[in-house]
């Protein structure tokens, strides 16, 4: 070839390789917000969890395209259902201090069940304590139950899944102030915003059956009531009423899925401590979620494996 035309050719070359690709021109045309969503971190004392939590706070703040806020999806700490005062008091110092010495972005915390401290702890229970329960995590947290708050175009709203299940153990639902709350706080939402939800426990999600990896023995593909939201049922009829909810968000079940149902997106977004810092959980390795929420109110996921 002829110096000239390779000239003409390296510059069509390089003129092509300017052009934007399809996708980046989409998400020119509207703006997106994006955050992180961190979901059961379960730190512990030990150099895996510790190190391991330092250095997913690491490399949210290195994304080449920055993020605006990070949202904790709950079970912060390994445990406090079953720990003593003194154990749970060394978790929550350890995650504050994580938090406070590799992140500087804003943070909005979720509770999730491992946060809350003493329903099942064998013997008595510390229910004089003015700790026990959901108090120590929003004291610690600096946070509410369940609230909301917005940021451009969305309104996002924060549930408290877990409730104590007379029956034993714990159960995905909402108790009936906050349901009564989030009825009156979508009624008030301007209709110009679209709304995300988040919650621990997965409002609507495929994984939640697929926890325990197994069949039962009758054949059924069971989701138990503490892996899923046992109001879903309800919940959906409410959410019918706002075509504005664009998508839910949450964590607990240490697997990842992503579902569209009724013109809703639910995302389960997986596990920062995978197999609660054993490596990966079934095919899912530590990782959390970079969302992305556009102006048009379509929204999209990519989970970051950051080990
Ligand atoms: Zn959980």
């Not at 150099?47 to 391991?52: A, D, K, N, S, V």
């Not at 110092?93 to 010495?101: D, E, G, H, P, S």
């Not at 939640?208 to 959906?236: C, V, Y």
């Not at 075509?243 to 569209?260: N, W």
């Amino acid at each position: 070839m002829k110096r000239k035309g390779f000239l003409q050719t390296a510059a069509a070359v390089i003129g092509s390789s300017l052009l934007p690709s399809l996708s980046f021109a989409e998400e020119g045309k509207k703006k997106a917000l994006r955050f992180a969503h961190l979901t059961d971190i379960h730190v512990k004392p030990g150099l895996i969890p510790e190190t391991g939590m330092a250095k997913a706070l690491q490399h949210v703040q290195g994304l080449k395209q920055p993020i605006d806020f990070i949202i904790n999806g709950g079970d912060a700490i390994m445990d406090a259902l079953e720990a003593s005062k003194d154990r749970t008091q060394t978790q929550w110092n350890l995650f504050k201090n994580v938090l406070q010495k590799e992140n500087s972005l804003p943070v909005y915390h979720t509770i999730g069940n491992h946060d809350v401290w003493g329903w099942f702890i064998k013997g008595e229970k510390p229910d004089n304590d003015r700790l026990y329960g959901k108090q120590w995590v929003q004291e610690i947290l600096e946070m509410k139950r369940y609230y909301s708050f917005t940021k451009g175009r969305w309104h996002f709203i924060v549930l408290d899944s877990t409730q104590l299940n007379p029956a034993g153990g714990y159960i995905g639902k909402l108790d009936e102030t906050q349901l009564e709350w989030l009825q009156q706080e979508l009624a008030a939402i301007p209709a110009d915003k679209f709304i995300c939800i988040v919650s621990h426990i997965p409002i609507l999600s495929i994984c939640s059956s697929l926890f325990f990896d197994k069949t039962e023995t009758n054949g059924d593909l069971l989701i138990k009531r503490n892996l899923m939201h046992t109001d879903f049922l309800t919940l959906k009829k409410i959410f019918r009423k706002y075509s504005t909810i664009k998508l839910c968000i949450s964590g607990h079940i240490h697997l990842q899925d992503e579902l569209e149902y009724l013109g809703i997106k639910y995302y389960c977004n997986g596990a920062v401590s995978g197999n609660w810092w054993g490596g990966s959980f079934q095919e899912f390795a530590p990782a959390y979620a970079v969302m992305e929420l556009f102006d048009d109110g379509s929204s999209k996921r990519t989970m970051m494996k950051y080990q």
